[in-house]
Each structure stands twice: as C-alpha cells, then as structure tokens.
C-alpha cells in the first residue's frame, strides 16, 4: 500500500505549534467528573475496587494485591464502562491515569476520578495517551504548584489544555500507541506467569521439603529425615545462618539533595535504584527515574551494586525485591545483598525474600512501615544443601533468562513509544491520510 503523507501547516497555541487543524481545549469544556466510592475495600466481593495503588506509574493495572466491594455498595453509575479512564487527584501519585479496558466488573475509590469525555470531540483513549506526554505534566506540576499533600481535583484538572486533533486522526495516534501497549502488557502478564512457575518449584523443595530424594521421590513425604531448627522443622543436612553470614549487606546512600549538580536523568550516568524503580521494574532492574553523577559516587562513597545481586526495600515500602541487571547505586532505604560464597544463588535468595514474612522483622517507625539494617543483617535464611541449590538454578534458569528477555523487550517497546508520543501529541509525526481514513 502506497502511504499517503499529510502536508502539515502549524500553527502558534497556548500549548505551542500544532497542526493548523487541530483545536486545544480545556478539559473542563470536553469531560466532566465524577469522583469514587468512600467505601472500604474488601477481600472479597463482586466489583473489583480499583484504587491509586493498583496502577502503576506508567498507566498499567497492577493485579497483585487487588481488592474488592459487594455489589450491594456499588450503584449503576459507578461501575466502570470499557475505555473509561481514572486520573488520580491527590498524593505523590497525583496525576497518573489508568484506560480501564478490561472485561471483568469494577468500580473505583474517592482517590480516583472518572472523566467523561464529550465523545464527538475526544477519545479516552487518545486522552490517556497524552496524559503520559510532558505537555500533560508539565502543566498538571504547574497547577498543583508542588503542595505538602499534591490535590488535582476536578476544579485543577479541567483547566488542563488538550490537543484535539480531528476524531479519526485521533483514533488512528491511539491505534500506534495501544499497540505497543498491548504488547508491553503481554510481556508482563507472560512474566507474571513465568515468575509463578518458578516460585512453585521454589516452595515445592524449599518450603514443603518435597525435592526428589536420592530415590526420585519426594523427601518429607516419603519419609525424609527432619530436625528441629530456630525456623521449625528443616531437612538433615541443611542448616539456618544469618544472613550476614552467606552474603555482605550493603546499604545505599544518597548525595544531599541540595547540591542537585549531582543527580542527573541521563542513562549514561550511575543508575541510583529507590524504591518507586523497584515497584515498576519487575525481576530486574535495567534503569531507574534518576541517575548520579560518577562524581557523587565517589565523593560521598556510595557503595556499587553488582550486576546479579538481589536488592531488598526495607523503608516505606518493605519487601520489594529486584536484581541488579548492571552495576548501579542506590538510595538508602534500599539493601543489596552481595553473596560471600556459593552456598546460595542470588536466585534462590530473590525466591527466598519473595516468600519471607517481613512482618516478622516488626517497625521501628510510628510514621511509616519500616525496619533497620541491624535487623535486616540479622535476618534468618534457610541454607539448604548446596547440590540441590545448583539443581534448582538450572531448572529455572531458563525460565528467568525469558523473563529478563521479555524485560528487555518491554524497554525496546517503551522506549518507542516515549520517542513516538510527543512528537505525535504535537502533529510533528502525522499519521499517514490512507491509515487515518482506514481507522
């Protein structure tokens, strides 16, 4: 098919250069708004309750942790129609939105507005689309003007200019878009499932003992031999150490923040791990939402992590776990767990902390949840015998190279789509006139 190009004249706006055929509006003029529920989540029930936390920075849905309402508490207007999109309006998350384009049943909490587009002028989809460009927040950081307690309410959100192209070329930019979307989702969901393969065996062997015996079967119920240890019952052999005896505990650090020549976002610098890289990164962890100069590094002697190690959050946010995909640095709520000997794999460790009840190491915070380091070098962890562990890395080393290959492939695919979206949101890409009219 031959492409027919689009002959762009711009035009000076509120917003800078657009196409002389697109319009900007304030939001107010094309959506209205409705606010979510006040009703407490539960674990159980109808709806699923959608809430800030189960949506990621990056505008997908997290399933993990997901809560629910009965349908007793949730009236007709509240349910949740496919292609609706939620915008958060207070917090550190204020501003971050979600297309809901599932099929399951759901409403959503008073931290969430729903905004209901005027569809003769814009699409959802294409509005959640550019609610992830700079010119969305860059103007959502200028009207909050950087509050303790950041509020984007309604009354915020409507002023909120917005580029309108026509409908189908609108439709046609959504189209390119959600397609990489699809794809990074697909990548996630078929992590997530790897993930849980892996985790399976790892609880099979090492939490329920049932790792093939010298026999083949499966040694606590076919009659292995048990002893008592600090942690409950272990396989003979096997023994409980601290874990600052199987790998050096590093805690990371940060340059202060007043002397910003220090902190940069450009790749080519020191990745510096926090804990929000941690939530949104999966397994591994290639990049991060800042960078330190080498400088930094060096000057306010910021210990490095390894490529392969395993990365704990112990403030704030307790138990995210990731590995280090390159050498990089992190901030201080952040431990590393720098293995001393081959007596554990950093694969074995990740799936050990997946399954460790951090609640157990108790808060030394009246604020936040959180631990110290004293208590996480103290830590108890299960050392089994080292045969089994090198039988268990190979058995799911496949499964992990796959998971960080698809990681790879999900920062191919968004980093297209960062390179795609502002120039599309402005019309310095245009769609060709032949796929907008097939749209």
């Not at 058995?395 to 920062?411: H, M, S, T």
């Amino acid at each position: 098919m031959d492409v027919e190009w689009q002959m762009t004249k711009f035009k000076e706006t509120e917003i800078g250069k657009i196409p002389e055929d697109w319009a900007v509006r304030e939001l107010g003029e094309i959506a209205g708004f409705q606010y979510g529920l006040g009703e407490r989540a539960k674990e159980t029930g109808e709806y699923v309750y959608l809430r800030i936390t189960d949506i990621t920075s990056d505008g997908f849905l997290n399933k993990t942790g997901l809560t629910f309402i009965g349908k007793d508490r949730v009236k007709k207007e509240w349910i949740l129609k496919k292609n609706d999109v939620l915008v958060a309006r207070t917090g550190a998350s204020f501003g971050k939105t979600y297309l809901f384009d599932k099929e399951f049943k759901a409403t959503y909490g008073g931290f969430l507005i729903r905004l209901l587009f005027k569809e003769n002028i814009i699409g959802s989809n294409f509005f959640f689309q550019f609610s992830r460009s700079s010119l969305y927040w860059n103007q959502a950081n200028n009207l909050v003007n950087g509050g303790a307690q950041p509020q984007f309410n309604a009354n915020t959100i409507s002023k909120l200019l917005v580029p309108c192209p026509p409908l189908h070329e609108q439709h046609a930019i959504s189209k390119i878009l959600s397609n990489l979307d699809a794809k990074i989702e697909l990548n996630r969901e078929m992590n997530a499932t790897l993930e849980s393969m892996a985790e399976a065996l790892f609880k099979h062997w090492f939490v329920d003992f049932e790792f093939p015996d010298e026999n083949g079967k499966p040694y606590k119920s076919s009659g292995g031999r048990m002893i008592e240890s600090e942690l409950g019952e272990i396989p003979e052999g096997w023994a409980i150490k601290r874990i600052d005896d199987v790998a050096e505990v590093m805690i990371g650090r940060t340059p202060p923040r007043k002397e910003a020549e220090w902190f940069t976002t450009e790749a080519i610098d020191v990745c510096w791990v926090s804990i929000k890289d941690m939530g949104k990164s999966g397994m591994f962890i290639f990049d991060t939402s800042e960078y330190l100069k080498q400088g930094a590094i060096q000057k306010f002697r910021i210990p490095i992590i390894p490529e392969g190690t395993v990365m704990l959050s112990f403030k704030l946010t307790v138990g995210r776990i990731g590995i280090a995909s390159k050498a990089m640095a992190s901030n201080e709520a952040i431990a590393q767990f720098q293995l001393k000997d081959s007596l554990i794999s950093s694969k074995y460790l990740y799936f050990y902390l997946k399954n460790f009840n951090f609640e157990s190491l108790g808060s030394t915070s009246s604020i936040a949840t959180a631990t110290n380091s004293d208590a996480i070098r103290d830590m108890h962890i299960l050392v089994p015998n080292k045969k089994l562990v090198m039988v268990f890395e190979r058995k799911v080393n496949e499964v992990i190279e796959r998971i960080r290959g698809n990681l790879l492939e999900c920062r191919t695919l968004s980093d297209i789509r960062d390179s795609l979206l502002p120039r599309l949101m402005s019309g310095k890409i245009r769609v060709p006139l032949n796929v907008v009219d097939k749209t």
